[in-house]
């Protein structure tokens, strides 16, 4: 647990999380964190974004084949 001081930036408002909660949280400056209100509490989560990589890491399987669909039957454009 931490406590912290709501301070003033221009017109609003605003916290500094300590770095050891950004470490345990794994969140890191840039990072797009989605905050609600619950029930008279504030809540801070992580918006995960996800790349290919990301969720390809650690994959040590082959990499899929290109599957043949056959020729367009609609409006499709290839």
Known sequence: MA???????????????????????????????IIELHENKVTIEAKK?????????????SAPEEYDWGKPSGKEMW
Not at 5 to 27: A, M, R, Y
Request: net charge negative; proline share 2%.
């Open 3 to 33: 406590t912290v001081t709501l301070t003033k930036w221009g017109n609003s408002q605003g916290v500094i999380i300590p770095k050891t909660l950004c470490d345990d949280l794994g969140i890191r400056l840039g990072d797009k964190l």
């Open 49 to 61: 974004e996800y790349t290919l990589s990301a969720l390809m890491s650690g994959y040590e399987g």
